[in-house]
């Protein structure tokens, strides 16, 4: 099939659900946020690949915060679409629910961002199509994913340039009030 120019956003806006079962529980009973996350990757690929039209690969992942737990038989859902696309690369924005089926509560647990790049039957980067922004919702996402990845890209080469600064020796004194021993000479 071949690939148009542009695609809309609802033509990939996919939802994966799946039931919390007990085998995904950690020692404390909650779900483990590697599922969660695994889950994440798998509906970002989905809906990227869907986008592309080509095979995808994750590159980061921006705004993983699990504030609140999931629980043993909550049903979880990951909505996800593709909120800005690059020339080869696109960010899948994921917000993830979580309801209970006895109560109807539902809990929104967490929002992340994907960043995907498409691959090429040469496994190089190969352009994606351009996204139509179907309703005012679709371009607020695209300028706040243009905003994400400007401070994702301004704090990168801050830190590595801060890190290279770091000298050991001379910021020892930064550790007085933290909650480490050295226990080397
Ligand atoms: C990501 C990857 C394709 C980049 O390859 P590359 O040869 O450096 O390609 P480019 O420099 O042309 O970058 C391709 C796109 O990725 C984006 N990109 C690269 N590094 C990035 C980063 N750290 N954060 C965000 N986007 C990034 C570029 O901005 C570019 O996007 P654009 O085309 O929309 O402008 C390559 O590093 C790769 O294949 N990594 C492994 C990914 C993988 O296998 N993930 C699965 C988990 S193991």
Same mark, same amino acid.
């Given at each position: 099939m071949a690939i148009p120019a542009f695609r809309p956003?609802? /033509?990939?806006r996919t939802t994966l659900t799946e039931l919390m079962i007990p085998? /995904?529980?950690n020692f404390g009973g909650k779900i483990h946020g590697g599922i969660l996350l695994s889950l994440m990757d798998k509906v970002a690929y989905a809906c990227s690949a869907k986008h592309a039209g080509n095979y995808c690969v994750t590159v980061t992942v921006d705004?993983?915060?699990?504030l609140q737990p999931v629980e043993v038989g909550e049903l979880v859902s990951l909505l996800a679409s593709v909120n800005y696309v690059g020339n080869t690369s696109l960010m899948v924005g994921i917000k993830v629910i979580a309801e209970?089926?006895?109560?109807g509560i539902v809990k929104h647990t967490n929002t992340s961002y994907f960043t995907m790049v498409a691959k090429g039957e040469d496994d190089k980067p190969t352009q994606v199509p351009g996204l139509i922004l179907e309703a005012p919702n679709d371009t607020r996402r695209f300028l706040e994913a243009l905003k994400r990845r400007e401070l994702a890209q301004r704090y990168q080469s801050e830190f590595a340039e801060a890190k290279h600064e770091i000298t050991v020796e001379a910021e020892l /004194? +930064?550790?007085?009030?933290? +909650?480490c021993q050295l226990a080397y000479t």
């Open positions: 956003v609802s /033509y990939s085998s /995904y529980a705004g993983v915060h699990f209970n089926v006895k109560t /004194y +930064r550790l007085e009030n933290e +909650r």
